[in-house]
């Protein structure tokens, strides 16, 4: 370790500066996480305790904030909408980029075409994103236009303004951006994959699927879980492509959490019961993609 | 990803692999299809595109509602297409990557070779900054930035940019200097090298893999981000992301989804040319932002 202490210290404003500078460049970063990060945190959880409303004030609330957002039914429909959007986002992605992984893993000619295809959508914007599928699934024009020139003039489609299936839409579109990514990382996994364990798998006489369903997908469980806390973190922050595509509606039926936070937080001038959805998001992060970080860091030190 | 060669694969039969490559061009064409829908409506006229289908090509391809969407499409209540907010996009991005990926870079090169007590237990703190929802800092910077007179400024949104950029910039080269030997640097102290000039003789000139990466990491971000534009900027100062929706979901009028397309591929344009150009360090990214620490 070339540490700073290793080096005796010897006397000369010269040499202070030395070594001190590692700790100077570091510390307009240090603040930012100390204020901005960490600060902001504990402020937005004190505004959730009080009676702010278009300005931020200091008076105690207690958790009126907290009862009032469970009793509000807006924020209930985020959540159904959260567990319906989350459940069905990450289940696809993950399950449509393990198969194009497994299958890009053939030695396939033209691979990286393949790849690069599949992963161009990352790097679009979500607002992007949500314009194209929200033109392509527009009723009367988008896909039911297109069904009725191939002849099926009975075809209709309104799942985008129809309030039971908008949220369907936002969750193709999404699966549509992130699960090339999800190949990706599946792809790194399956690369890493130790050879010997599957030869000595085939000697063994064990079939190609078999040997996938017991050897090689139990070993890509880092990939899984990468790509499990990344699309929950996703899942749980989605507000472009809600916001481009549907704007919530029809009426609040694709709400998600975020969109509720923002539009109480800084359209309906209610800024306690934004700052407490906020607090509720970082809790359901907290929950939900903390255990895995913890198992995961465990295993590795484990090792 | 380095190609592997392993044996179980010269077994799968033939009709087995033709199989296989079906699926593969069939999954290219449901990820190519919506760019391929933006690009040929962008190129009809409002009539084509009643008459036509989402798959047809334009009869007299124009490149008019190219032409509408940059300078004299309306956008909330102003029509001036959306040239202004890909500037204000584009004054916005330089500054923050380069701010950001500097810090980064100095960051990486304290954690890795001048650690110090408590400087790993920093670095554990500053990931989590990684996983927070964004929605926890809105509501105080938005007071901050209005204290400093910044509200509704490129400057205001570089400098927030900036500040939630430094996590994912110091840990992309924090996880690339750990990989450099000690030794190198520990030679160079012996031979009265300074802090600086450490970092630039020796990290630097093996850098440049590292800057790619967190350089388009940081580009792809901050074009495409929304949630900062919308909450912290109003009106004139919009980035083209947020003027985007804004144009596509302003309800006056008759809709002109060519118009549309057209604003929504000006908007897609620079990160797909830099995925075009530097997809490798694109991808490279990706995948270092997920595997933290």
């Keep these: ?77 985020s959540l159904i909408n959260l567990g319906i959007f989350g459940t069905l986002y990450i289940g696809l992605s993950m399950a449509i980029g393990l198969f194009l ?52 003039t009975h075809f209709s489609f309104d799942w985008l303004i129809n309030p039971k299936m908008a949220i369907y839409t936002v969750v193709v579109a999404a699966v549509w951006q992130s699960s090339g990514f999800v190949m990706a990382l599946f792809l790194a996994g399956l690369r890493g994959v130790d050879d010997s364990v599957i030869k000595a798998a085939m000697i063994d006489g064990a079939s190609l699927p078999r040997i996938y369903w017991s050897v090689i997908i139990p070993s890509l469980r880092p990939s899984f879980f990468s790509a499990l806390i990344l699309l929950t973190g996703l899942a749980i922050k989605s507000f472009d492509l809600i916001m481009a595509m549907t704007g919530g509606g029809p009426g609040f039926s694709t709400y998600l959490p975020a969109n509720f936070m923002y539009d109480f937080a800084f359209q309906r001038g209610q800024i306690a019961l934004g700052a407490a959805s906020a607090v509720m998001m970082l809790v359901a992060v907290g929950l939900l993609v903390g255990p895995f970080i913890l198992l995961e860091s465990r295993r590795k030190s484990d090792v | ?10 077994h799968t039969p033939r009709a087995a692999r033709i199989g296989i490559y079906a699926i593969l061009v069939f999954a290219a064409l449901f990820y190519l299809t919506p760019l391929y829908v933006i690009v040929i409506t962008s190129l009809k006229s409002l009539q084509e595109v009643h008459l036509g289908n989402l798959l047809s090509l334009p009869l007299r391809p124009t490149f008019d509602a190219w032409r509408e969407a940059w300078s004299s499409a309306c956008s909330g209540a102003t029509c001036q297409g959306v040239q202004v907010y890909f ?25 890795t070779k001048w650690r110090f007590r408590g400087s790993d237990l920093f670095f554990s703190l500053l990931l989590i900054g990684t996983f927070i929802p964004f929605q926890m800092i809105l509501l105080p910077m938005a007071w901050v930035l209005g204290k400093i007179h910044l509200e509704n400024t490129i400057a205001g949104l570089v400098m927030v940019h900036v500040i939630y950029g430094l996590a994912f910039t110091t840990l992309f080269f924090r996880n690339f200097y750990v990989t450099i030997p000690n030794e190198l640097v520990k030679a160079a ?70 118009v549309d397309m057209a604003a929504a591929l000006i908007a897609a344009l620079p990160t797909l040319l830099v995925y075009l150009i530097a997809g490798k360090y694109f991808v490279r990214g990706l995948t270092a932002g997920s595997v933290k620490g």
């Design chain 1, 1 to 77: 370790m070339s540490d700073a202490h290793d080096t005796p210290p010897r006397p000369g404003v010269r040499d202070t500066l030395q070594r001190l500078m590692p700790k100077l460049v570091l510390s307009p970063t240090f603040l930012a996480a100390v204020f901005f990060l960490y600060g902001f945190i504990l402020w937005t959880i004190w505004l959730s305790l009080t009676r702010s409303t278009l300005l931020p004030n200091n008076v105690w609330a207690g958790l009126a904030q907290y009862r009032y957002l469970f009793g509000n039914g807006i924020w209930w429909t």
């Design chain 2, 189 to 258: 102290m012996i031979d009265g090298a300074g802090f600086f000039t450490i970092f630039w003789r020796i990290l630097l000139p093996v850098s440049t893999p590292i800057f790619m990466v967190t350089i388009i990491w940081q580009f792809t971000q901050i074009w495409n981000d929304f949630l900062f534009g919308v909450v912290f900027t109003s009106g004139a100062i919009h980035p083209i992301t947020v003027a985007l929706n804004n144009l596509v979901n302003t309800s006056t009028g008759v809709r002109r989804y060519n």
């Design chain 2, 1 to 10: 990803m380095s190609e592997r060669d392993h044996s179980v694969h010269s």
């Design chain 1, 101 to 152: 992984a497994i299958l890009l893993d053939q030695r396939i000619r033209g691979e990286g075409i393949f790849r690069a295809i599949y992963l161009y959508p990352m790097a679009l914007s979500l607002i992007v994103t949500g314009v194209a599928w929200k033109w392509m699934l527009n009723p009367g024009l988008g896909l039911e236009k297109l069904v009725h020139d191939l002849g099926f």
């Design chain 2, 87 to 111: 500037w204000n996009s584009v004054h916005l991005v330089i500054p923050a990557v380069l701010i950001s990926t500097a810090f980064g870079a100095v960051n990486g090169y304290v954690l």
